[in-house]
């Protein structure tokens, strides 16, 4: 059996399809995994995101701890709520988890990681915190939604202080705050604008039943996929992973170079292959013609060369087939997927695919018209 979320007898309720997620019973969709990807980008859907593991760090060297621990920089970080993203890296460079870290103050911190690696995760963060005497606390306490959509901020605004919602205080994107026993951020996955809320367990399904009569659908994790791989978002243990460098997954904008006195975990093996340029890169591909893009399928080029797909899924706001790749570097702007014994032409492009509900590239090829729920 897996491990139940807080809101799970809803999920059940709403006569969700229920599968397995990194040792969690989480919802797939609740009948339709298309309509719900539209709800999202048209008008504004809510997540149970419960499953994620959120840790507090404290201590008075916690900023050192993590500009050591995380290939970005928390140094940046001045304003109090101020978010950052981030890779945590083993020694070889490669990555271990992706995460978003939030400034408190001087002495705390409050991290968001993913729920398939949290054993890992734990391991690997209490093994170096206590060099630093950080102490690490993992909030089970606490549940966790994320309300993502153009209408995000008119649906939720309503639940939080009145202060917010004046313009001149409004929450800005990467920024969180307090209001009262929730932690508010302006982050998410989806490439739409909203809020992931931190609350206490007792308190999650009174928020969840407020949304829904305001009209803020459920969404399942089928859309999340197709929702963030449309905003060129990575996933966890498939763009990424420990055998590959943020250098080769697309996320080199994620590691904090300067100062270069600063020495974090894996920034070594990082230096040299920065130096030496022969590494895979991460790439997007659109599909010229009908079909559809799945994760591992081999990539070609004119050279026989060999890429591969790591992400892949119909794109249901664009129409077509879409896919992140790991691919030799100096590809041309076409390749060849195979795909049943055929090799289909793709288009290379620079996620992400689709933001703020808007198209960012080209498309071409035939529309189709339906998607696998």
């Given at each position: 059996?897996?491990?139940?979320?807080?809101?799970?007898?809803?999920?059940?309720?709403?006569?969700?399809?229920?599968?397995?997620?990194?040792?969690?019973?989480?919802?797939?969709?609740?009948?339709?995994?298309?309509?719900?990807?539209?709800?999202?980008?048209?008008?504004?859907?809510?997540?149970?995101?419960s499953h994620m593991t959120i840790i507090d760090l404290s201590g008075k060297r916690v900023r050192e701890f993590l500009r050591y621990l995380l290939a970005n920089d928390v140094g940046k970080?001045?304003?109090?709520?101020?978010?950052?993203?981030?890779?945590?890296?083993?020694?070889?460079?490669?990555?271990?988890?992706?995460?978003?870290?939030?400034?408190?103050?001087?002495?705390?911190?409050?991290?968001?990681?993913?729920?398939?690696?949290?054993?890992?995760?734990?391991?690997?963060?209490?093994?170096?915190?206590?060099?630093?005497?950080?102490?690490?606390?993992?909030?089970?306490?606490?549940?966790?939604?994320?309300?993502?959509?153009?209408?995000?901020?008119?649906?939720?605004?309503?639940?939080?202080?009145t202060a917010l919602q004046k313009p001149a205080m409004a929450l800005k994107p990467f920024y969180a705050c307090w209001n009262g026993q929730q932690f508010i951020a302006r982050t998410g996955?989806?490439?739409?604008?909203?809020?992931?809320?931190?609350?206490?367990?007792?308190?999650?399904?009174?928020?969840?039943?407020?949304?829904?009569?305001?009209?803020?659908?459920?969404?399942?994790?089928?859309?999340?996929?197709?929702?963030?791989?449309?905003?060129?978002?990575?996933?966890?243990?498939?763009?990424?992973?420990?055998?590959?460098?943020?250098?080769?997954?697309?996320?080199?904008?994620?590691?904090?170079?300067?100062?270069?006195?600063?020495?974090?975990?894996?920034?070594?093996?990082?230096?040299?292959?920065?130096?030496?340029?022969?590494?895979?890169?991460?790439?997007?591909?659109?599909?010229?013609?009908?079909?559809?893009?799945?994760?591992?399928?081999?990539?070609?080029?004119?050279?026989?060369?060999?890429?591969?797909?790591?992400?892949?899924?119909?794109?249901?706001?664009?129409?077509?087939?879409?896919?992140?790749?790991?691919?030799?570097?100096?590809?041309?702007?076409?390749?060849?997927?195979?795909?049943?014994?055929?090799?289909?032409?793709?288009?290379?492009?620079?996620?992400?695919?689709?933001?703020?509900?808007?198209?960012?590239?080209?498309?071409?090829?035939?529309?189709?018209?339906?998607?696998?729920?």
């Open positions: 059996m897996g491990k139940k979320t807080p809101l799970y007898a809803q999920h059940v309720q709403a006569n969700a399809k229920i599968v397995d997620f990194g040792g969690w019973n989480m919802p797939l969709h609740y009948g339709s995994q298309l309509n719900e990807h539209h709800q999202v980008r048209r008008d504004v859907g809510m997540f149970d995101v970080l001045k304003e109090s709520g101020k978010a950052l993203y981030s890779c945590m890296l083993n020694e070889q460079g490669g990555v271990i988890d992706d995460l978003i870290v939030y400034f408190q103050d001087e002495t705390a911190f409050r991290i968001v990681v993913n729920a398939a690696t949290r054993e890992k995760d734990l391991k690997w963060i209490m093994r170096h915190a206590k060099n630093f005497a950080v102490q690490v606390t993992e909030r089970e306490d606490l549940a966790m939604l994320a309300i993502q959509g153009p209408q995000a901020r008119e649906k939720v605004y309503p639940f939080i202080s996955y989806t490439g739409e604008d909203g809020f992931e809320v931190i609350l206490p367990t007792k308190n999650v399904v009174k928020l969840w039943t407020d949304l829904q009569q305001v009209g803020v659908a459920p969404i399942g994790l089928g859309a999340r996929d197709t929702l963030r791989l449309e905003a060129g978002m990575n996933l966890s243990g498939t763009d990424m992973d420990e055998n590959h460098t943020p250098l080769e997954s697309g996320l080199e904008w994620t590691v904090a170079w300067s100062p270069a006195n600063r020495e974090f975990i894996g920034r070594g093996a990082l230096e040299i292959q920065k130096e030496n340029r022969e590494h895979k890169v991460m790439v997007g591909l659109v599909l010229q013609t009908k079909g559809v893009l799945r994760n591992k399928q081999t990539i070609y080029n004119e050279r026989e060369q060999e890429g591969l797909i790591t992400s892949g899924s119909f794109s249901p706001t664009l129409g077509v087939a879409i896919a992140l790749a790991r691919i030799p570097q100096g590809y041309c702007q076409r390749v060849y997927v195979a795909i049943r014994n055929k090799r289909l032409p793709a288009s290379v492009v620079k996620p992400p695919f689709v933001k703020y509900g808007k198209a960012c590239v080209d498309i071409h090829p035939p529309v189709q018209d339906d998607i696998d729920d």
